[in-house]
């Protein structure tokens, strides 16, 4: 009866362990990172818009392009790193192409675009 209390420790003290040593890596850049602070809780990024401001821009972004009744924007896949957006995929023609690239520059937080879009005739 003894032994079963004892499995279920070891048990839990293993997966404990290996989150651990899991999670170890991930914080060991830290080091460099500024320090926290009121103005700048999130000290992995200058500003505290800047970790967020990708996936916001990049959901804004995506949003745009399927309100576009014109625009074929199933095929389209996009990207933000530091506000630079990137379209990669397919529309159907040159100018559902340049009307992507527009849209996205429409979109608050965008500081460029890189319209890599091929046309594709279906």
């Known amino acids: 009866m003894k032994s079963i209390p004892l499995t279920k ?3 839990g003290s293993a997966c404990i362990m290996l989150a651990a ?3 170890a890596p991930l914080s ?7 320090a926290a602070s009121p103005m700048n809780p999130n000290p992995t990024h200058g500003t505290v818009g800047e970790g967020m401001s ?12 399927l309100e576009q009744k014109n625009l074929s924007s199933m095929h389209v896949h996009v990207r933000t790193r530091e506000g630079v957006v990137r379209l990669t995929g397919s529309v159907p023609s040159a100018a559902e192409r340049q009307m992507a690239a527009d849209v996205v520059h ?17």
């Open 9 to 11: 420790f070891a048990s």
């Open 21 to 23: 040593s899991f999670y």
């Open 28 to 34: 060991q850049g830290a080091a460099d990172a500024p």
């Open 54 to 65: 990708d996936t916001a821009i990049t959901t804004k972004v995506k949003a745009s392009l």
């Open 106 to 122: 429409g979109v608050t937080g965008v500081k460029s675009v890189e319209n890599h879009l091929v046309i594709h005739k279906s």
